[in-house]
């Protein structure tokens, strides 16, 4: 990991080294943090945060579902995450705000420990690589099921969650894959393990509509950019079949932005390289996240 200088933690710009933890830190051991992930774009208007609010929206709300009280306002961790940024004097980067149950007490009952906060920045690139985002990756189902609503919290952007993801994805990886695809506890298609999945039949956008999905910011903008340029989307139940015999598929994530799935368990999707729809839409995006599409300016969080 390439280091930036400063991290907020708890109020205060710390040195990167100094932005360490208890080792009886509860939320190591039992899991029990939220955290959001964010990207800062360069743009002819210097650096700019994507969606700020509604990333730290969802930070707030993660917290609620897990009963933790964040010591601060959403609108003293979007200062907070902004002038983070500044301080790291970067033109981008990936934006890591993390509200934790720290020191305290030992035990599975949280409630005894305090709220620990934290902003890391760092320079992150294409999260699986340029190759991939141009020519697009290849995902295989996996033998995980996602993590069931009343198992866990799917809505939620826990820590705790991420074994489940970080099951899968070493799973696909020793398997020779680049990402594998979760499907629910119903057998229905639900995410990647760091994504939302979308896939193009006949001209129709379609993503899943599980309650087992991160409900991702990155969709949320794919379905408006989509809809904006009058393709139709559907949300619907979605199966490994659909996947196979579809024309285009992609993920789309904070970190994965929109990245080409040329393959399936196998299976070539469509012809096996990125489909037109699956192109557009990662132009416009680009342009969208960088400031260069009009209609979109109140996405974006100008630092300086
Ligand atoms: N699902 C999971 C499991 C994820 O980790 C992510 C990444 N945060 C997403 C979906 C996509 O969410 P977003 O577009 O908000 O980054």
Redesign the pocket.
Known sequence: MQELRLIWRNGKLVDWQEATTHILTHALHYGTAVFE?IRCYKTKKGPAVFRLKEHVRRLFDSAHIIKMAIPYTPGEIEKAIVETVKANEVEECYIRPVAFRGYGEMGVDPTRCEVDCAIATWCWGAYMGDKGLKEGIRAKISSYVRTYVNSGSPRA?TSANYLN?ALAKMEAKELGYDEAILLDIHGFVA??????IFYVKDGILYTPHSYS??L????DTVIKIAEKIGILIRETLCTRDDLYLADEAFF????AEITPIVEVDGRRIGEGKPGPLTRKLQEIFFRVVRGEEPGYENWLTYVS
């Not at 995410?191 to 939302?196: Q, R, V, Y």
């Not at 991702?216 to 969709?219: F, H, L, P």
């Not at 789309?252 to 970190?255: F, K, L, M, P, Q």
């Open positions: 992930g952007k993801s995410e990647g393990s760091g994504e939302n999905i991160l991702g910011i990155t969709r789309t994530g904070t970190a």
